[in-house]
């Protein structure tokens, strides 16, 4: 651990606690059923996971320009690793469940402070020109983790429980609290500065700059067009495949597994290239291949066809979130960057809730909808490149 730079420990933390969340995300539907079969219930448990977003997110940003982003962020992962250890006891004592939708409900809570901290900590532990390589980094180490980590949560869990599960969750995060204690960014925090501002003052100050920068502000308007395409077709994905197109279970095993693939080689194609092409070439030619994908996705009488344009899809959108978190934190100050960094993540995640409840009503009158809205939000998200002049972004080194 002391030989390795501090992207290094925090890629590390990363990877280890993102393996524990999988443990998390594959026990926390086991422990609901183990006391309900309710499909209300699990409902109500996905409502409760987006809740906090919904609430804070767009707010939450400011702590972490006013105080102490360690202090914040240590006190977020504990709180976390003491919540996934309540979990499973509130269940084994029989209290009610709703008491365990509120722990959830606090979790989720500390989960987007940790998320958002974690952006901001990463970003700070390397120059402007290493940015753009450790959000490829960042993406290779989430698609991997997608792909295999639901395999080994599985196997795990069947060995010793979901109580297990929990405890191995909880222990990821102590190991993420370990990196973050002895963490120091290249650049330290003004602290007198931030003891001066209040937090409406500090989100006042925010909003106006990101209203007054266009890079950033624009960025986030095209990726927030893209995303509500996304999300009118990711959630309804599975619906499609058994209900439409009538296909088996081994065969949706097989089109998500191709989809993590090309995930997976999207980020090492990033990774290798990135470097040498103009930011804003890459933001057109990516959005492109996509839509692309979209519209391949038509063909819903051939799953070969539709595999391949999602493949397609995956490819490109692993590559436009490491573009996206890459100009973003490289033409943020330091001091606007939990503002920043929190709307850019609450804006990709609000949507999702309300697209999910959307998709539903399109696929249900016209199944190919979902696609056109899909590849119609891609044109759009281009059309917003193009004409603000994103699309005219040169390599990273020359962003201001």
């Known amino acids: 651990m002391k030989n390795l730079t501090q992207k290094n420990k925090l890629l590390l933390g990363y990877a280890i606690s993102g393996l524990g969340d999988q443990f998390y995300t594959f026990a926390i539907p086991l422990l609901m059923l183990s ?22 997110g767009l707010t939450i940003g400011p702590i972490f320009d006013i105080y102490s982003r360690k202090k914040i962020m240590l006190f977020s992962l504990i709180m976390q690793m003491v919540l996934i250890i309540i979990a499973p006891f509130l269940v084994i004592k029989n209290i009610s469940l709703y008491w365990l939708l509120l722990v959830v409900f606090i979790l989720g809570t500390f989960d987007l402070i940790t998320w958002t901290g974690y952006q901001i900590f990463i970003a700070e532990s390397v120059k402007k020109e290493e940015l753009s390589s450790v959000s490829g980094q960042m993406g290779l180490i989430s698609s991997i983790q997608k792909t295999f980590g639901p395999g080994i949560a599985a196997v795990i869990i069947n060995l010793i429980d979901y109580v297990g599960g929990f405890l191995l969750d909880a222990l990821s995060f102590g190991y993420l609290t370990y990196v973050i204690k002895d963490y120091e960014p290249l650049y330290k925090e003004n602290k007198s500065v931030k003891e001066e501002k209040s937090f409406n003052k500090s989100a006042k100050e925010g909003i106006t700059f990101l209203f007054a920068h266009h890079d950033i502000k624009w960025l986030i308007a095209s990726f927030f067009v ?5 999300q009118a077709v990711v959630p309804m994905l599975t619906f499609l495949l058994k209900q439409e197109m009538k296909v088996s279970v081994n065969m949706v095993s097989i089109f998500y597994t191709v989809a993590a693939i090309a995930s997976i080689l999207g980020n090492f194609i990033y990774l290798r290239i990135n470097k040498n092409m103009r930011l804003g070439t890459q933001m057109i030619l990516i959005a492109l291949l996509i839509m692309v994908g979209f519209l391949i996705m ?9 595999t ?3 493949a397609m899809v995956s490819f490109g959108s692993v590559w436009s979130q490491a573009n996206f978190f890459t100009v973003i934190q490289a033409e943020t100050p330091s001091k606007f960057k939990g ?21 539903g009503f399109l ?7 979902i696609f056109i809205v899909a590849a119609i939000c891609m044109f759009f998200s281009i059309l ?12 990273l080194e020359k962003l201001d």
Request: charged fraction near 10%; aromatic fraction near 8%; charge should be positive.
């Open 35 to 56: 006391r309900t079969h309710s499909s209300v219930i699990m409902g109500l448990l996905t409502a409760v996971e987006y809740l906090p977003t919904a609430l804070f």
């Open 226 to 230: 893209a995303n509500i395409g996304f």
């Open 298 to 306: 038509l063909d819903l009488q051939s799953f070969i066809w539709v």
């Open 308 to 310: 391949f344009g999602y």
């Open 339 to 359: 503002k920043i960094t929190s709307i850019s993540t609450s804006l990709t995640r609000i949507i999702g809730p309300v697209m999910s409840l959307i998709s």
């Open 363 to 369: 696929i249900k009158a016209e199944v190919h909808s």
């Open 384 to 395: 917003i490149t193009v004409v603000t002049g994103l699309g005219k972004l040169g390599k």
